[in-house]
């Protein structure tokens, strides 16, 4: 019998590697906007040094404060794979270090995401890891569980499945549902050649925008 909120899954379905790669260096906001502009996560969750961040989700929930379930999933999660910890959105106290991340980037970790604090922030910065997090604190975490590992979870006001692909740059962070990625991809591409097309335009002193004009006479806005 499973214990709900203490709980351990051992492994997922990961998306195709080839899969996740095809999102890199797709425009975050073209993701998101490709998914009617809902799954960005929280704008307050910013990364901690080098924003880019691909991969699968590794996730993990934690009660607000404590991190054993993360020692327990450094050792579980594969290279690659974005590690995302719904903290509850708590600032108190970290959640994780420079220790542990220290641990994370010789495991290869393809990144760490936390709805929560962190700290020794700088050191974190210099690390060639990305990740993100909403504040940082010198509160160090309690370490008494319970929690859950590789379940479905909340992180930034979004939620995050086990093998959803995560996609960050400065911009911020996006979640795409694991099912949605092979066709979703395709619809990014072609909005990102679009906007090249823009941007040609722009250049040359052209930005082309009929529906300002129709969606202004829709509303029945006067002009004098």
Known sequence: MSNLGCRIVSDFSRPDAALVESFRGLPVANIDDCMNRLFALDAAIKPI???????????????????LMFHKAMDMAKPGDVIVIA?????VRAIFGELMVS?????????????????????????????????????????????????????????????????????????????EAAALVE????????????????????YVRPWVDAKLQEIGCTMD
């Open 187 to 206: 619809k990014v591409k072609k909005v990102s050649a679009m906007e090249k097309g823009i941007m040609d335009g722009i250049a040359q002193g052209s």
């Open 87 to 91: 903290a509850g959105g708590s600032t």
């Open 103 to 179: 641990y994370l980037v010789v495991r290869r970790i393809g990144g760490i995401i936390v709805d929560g604090a962190i700290r020794d922030a700088d050191a974190i910065a210099a690390m060639p890891i990305p990740v993100y997090a909403r504040g940082v604190t010198p509160n160090g975490p309690f370490k008494n569980g319970p929690g859950e590992i590789n379940t479905p979870v909340a992180c930034g006001g979004q939620v995050v499945n086990p093998g959803d692909i995560v996609v960050g740059d400065t911009d911020g962070v996006v979640v795409v549902p694991q099912h």
């Open 49 to 67: 040094g080098r924003p880019e961040v691909l991969g699968p989700a590794f996730t993990i929930r934690v009660p607000e404060s404590d991190n």
